[in-house]
């Protein structure tokens, strides 16, 4: 399966228009489907896992319930040509933090992104129009990644709570850079100690 790319920080912003949805404080599912079976496999960062692994196993039934339907008609009207899509996601409950879940909350997934086979990532436009039907990304701003808007995101002026993810181009050109708050740098300091940085941009 293929996996999600990783996402530079905030100090390799290429200053170029940009779309900014929020960053999801939850752990990335990614979901491959293929014209043929649809949805057929599901896995982690790492692995593939099943209905019975610990704490991801729930993930399947949430997203069967909310994705699979949705998402098998969107793929067959404009995806239709690719030989596998994958879809990706973010995995969290209420108290989720740095990848950790509280077994008690209710969780969810919001759909981030859609990789196309021997293609890339989809452009952020067609994120958005595409996939209008389904729960996604909140888009939070459209414009320039310059330094303010960098600085505003940081000091807390978006209403978000770890950050927001900034996207340009598609396939190949595709680019994706991270903003976090100070906010989250500061609980990551409370909660990890030496360690927070293995949890920062």
Not at 37 to 53: A, I, V
Not at 138 to 158: H, P, S
Request: with cysteine.
């Amino acid at each position: 399966m293929k996996h999600y790319p990783s996402v530079l920080g905030s100090t390799k912003c290429p200053h170029k228009n940009c779309f900014a949805f929020v960053k999801y404080d939850g752990s990335n599912l990614r979901w491959e489907w293929n014209p043929k079976k649809g949805f057929c496999k599901q896995g982690t960062r790492n692995q593939l896992f099943d209905e019975s692994y610990p704490v991801f196993g729930k993930s399947i039934e949430i997203f069967n319930e909310k994705y699979n339907d949705s998402l098998n008609r969107i793929f067959r009207k404009y995806y239709r040509n690719f030989q596998e899509v994958t879809a990706f996601t973010e995995f969290l409950g209420h108290n989720s933090f740095a990848g950790i879940h509280d077994p008690n909350d209710e969780m969810g997934l919001v759909l981030i992104d859609i990789w196309l086979y021997k293609f890339g990532l989809i452009n952020p436009r067609d994120f958005i129009n595409n996939f209008d039907s389904v729960h996604k990304a909140e888009l939070i701003y459209t414009g320039n990644l310059n330094q303010e808007f960098i600085t505003d995101v940081k000091e807390g002026k978006y209403n978000v709570i770890e950050g927001v993810v900034c996207k340009g181009g598609e396939g190949r050109d595709h680019w994706m850079r991270k903003i976090k708050t100070y906010e989250y740098l500061r609980r990551l300091k409370e909660r990890f100690s030496g360690d927070w940085t293995k949890y920062w941009e």
